[in-house]
């Protein structure tokens, strides 16, 4: 949660942290503050609301410096104010801090401080930080902040700037994202790499405990007793054009599309000339696949959808048993795990703190973890035994839409994988999935034409406010997910639902006027979705059928409207069947002129548990 940026080098530093703020909105939105030193000292200026309020008020009142940091808020101490906005001050304002994560023990530390007559003026866990350093102003700054980091608990990345050291930023990170871009003569740092990528495609992933002294001509890291550690710096593939919207009205509307590239790219080296399945990146001993007898697997949100596919997948191609869990939830239930648990954590950013404390805690019972991650050098790839990575490139609307599908196809092979490893499936049956997996590409970039129609269908909705996704068997998940789509950026109530489960007790919502849409690609289960679908359409619902081509027919006399999705075979085709709900969600949410890039109250990456 919040983003933040920092700058040093020869350009004004506002050129630099307003863009790259721009491009971090993504990860809060709530309110937005730079500080900047200068030949005046340090300013800072912030405001409550978007980046555009920060613009107008720094063209009210304009501030210079070739060094400074920024920071845009998702509020989780203090209300989204423009007090409470980062950057925060010390005492005499010699001091400025941006933050992103919790200071869980802030409320003790600032008893302290208050004791010692520190002045607050905000309500901001954050602020603790300032007044910290301050209290360290004999130590240089890189010290201090050193210092801090050991007193801090919970989830940090900062920037620290101090008047008396005006050509360095200090940074350090424990559980958030900071990444440093390297350039020639000026140097970078950012909770995410488009912040930056503009200007350097050279990046060093920050790891936990570290804390990096930064001028315009040099980088250093070290750990918490101020030992240097090694840089691993790496070329960025991607260029920022992917991170920009490439003609698309939204960044959600060009991820959707772009979900055929993804697919492709996600799956490139990993079939080899054979048919069999390599991840070449994924460092786990063969003895460890053949030894595993249970599969847990840890998500949320999205995620955890595609978790739910994994459990039909994995338990279907290699007969393991698998749990699914939702991450918060995971470490409290108390779960039996040993030596001989596979625990996949699926997190598209990969710093979800709860599916972080869901995958240490399941390691420190003595289980392997592979994580699934679509950002490189993540909190997940680092923590995991093992990972695999998608390759969507950047997902900036907050909705996940090409990270889902890739991690849909990503589990396919993985749980095939784990097949072919300990010979679960004869290889012709892996060949003939493996085969019909590389197909996705060209099918999904057929379910991309039924935009219009879907299009068409939802202005019939603009005044509707319930909605229900149906489904059994592996149309569930995407039942689940068509339906929290909905919720997330067009604000109605929708809910994913066991077609089965239906007359339990949810049957009786439906009435006239609710949208019942029965997804039905699955065929061990399609007769038994459509029979429950012949109960919605008896209440009054208005139906809506998501089935194969080739299937309309069947489906004729009890769908008001029929959306046919490409057929692939097995679960494969549930990837398809995604498509259509995204477009769904979409054009429910953009007819009523909402922001779907940035749904009230969400946040893309979240790192509170
Ligand atoms: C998806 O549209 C949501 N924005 C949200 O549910 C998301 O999937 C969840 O927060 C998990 O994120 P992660 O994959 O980065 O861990």
Sequence with gaps: MCGIVGYVGPRPALDVLVPGLEGLEYRGYDSAGVALIGSDGLAVTKTAGRMADLVSALES????????????????????????????????????????????????????????????????DTEVIAHLIEERAGLSLAD?????????????????????EPDRIVAARRGSPLVIGRGQGENFLASDIPAFLKHTKNAIAVDDDRV??????????????????????????????????????????????????????????R????GRIEFSELDLDTK???????????????????????????????????????????????????????????????????????????QAQGATVVGLSNVVDSALA??????????????????????????????????LYLAQQRGALDPGTVGNLVAAIQELPQTVERALKLEDQIREMTTEWSETRDFFFLGRAGDFP???????????????????YPAGEMKHGPISLIEKGVVVIGVATDSHVRAKTLSNMEEMKARGGTIVMVVEEGDEDDVASVADHIIAVPDSPDLLCIVNAVVPLQFLAYHVATARSLDVDKPRNLAKTVTVE
């Design 212 to 269: 990096v002294e930064m001028t315009a001509d040099s980088v250093a890291i070290t750990d918490l007793d101020g030992n240097p550690t090694p840089i691993a710096e790496r070329e960025i593939e991607w260029d920022l054009e992917a991170a920009e919207k490439g003609g698309y009205s939204t960044f959600m509307l060009k991820e959707i599309y772009e979900q055929p590239t993804a697919i492709t790219d996600t799956l490139r080296g």
């Design 61 to 124: 009142q304009p501030v210079q410096g070739s060094i400074g940091i920024g920071h845009t808020r998702w509020a989780t101490h203090g209300a989204p104010t423009t007090g409470n906005a980062h950057p925060h001050r010390d005492c005499d304002g010699s001091v400025a801090v941006i933050h992103n994560g919790i200071v869980e023990n802030w409320a003790a530390l600032r008893q302290q401080l208050l004791a010692t007559g520190h002045e607050f003026s905000s309500e901001t």
């Design 478 to 496: 995407v039942a689940m997910e068509g339906a929290l789509k909905l919720k997330e950026i067009a604000y109605v109530r929708a809910e994913g």
């Design 288 to 362: 460890i696949v053949r030894m595993i007898d249970k599969v847990f697997v840890v998500a949320c949100g999205t995620s955890y959808h595609a978790a739910m596919m994994a459990k039909y997948a994995i338990e279907r191609w290699t007969r393991l048993p698998v749990e699914i869990d939702i991450a918060s939830e995971f470490r409290y239930r108390d779960p039996v795990l040993d030596d001989r648990s596979l625990v996949i954590g699926i997190s598209q950013s990969g710093e979800t703190i709860d599916t972080l404390a869901a995958i240490r805690y399941a």
């Design 144 to 164: 201090a902040v050193r210092e801090v980091m050991k007193l801090a608990e919970g989830a940090l990345a900062i920037a620290v700037v101090r008047t008396d």
């Design 382 to 415: 680092r923590d995991a035994d093992a990972v695999i990575y998608t390759r969507s490139g950047p997902e900036i609307g907050v909705a996940a839409t090409k990270t889902f599908t890739t991690q849909l196809v990503m589990l396919q092979l993985f749980g």
């Design 271 to 274: 079939i080899d000339g054979t």
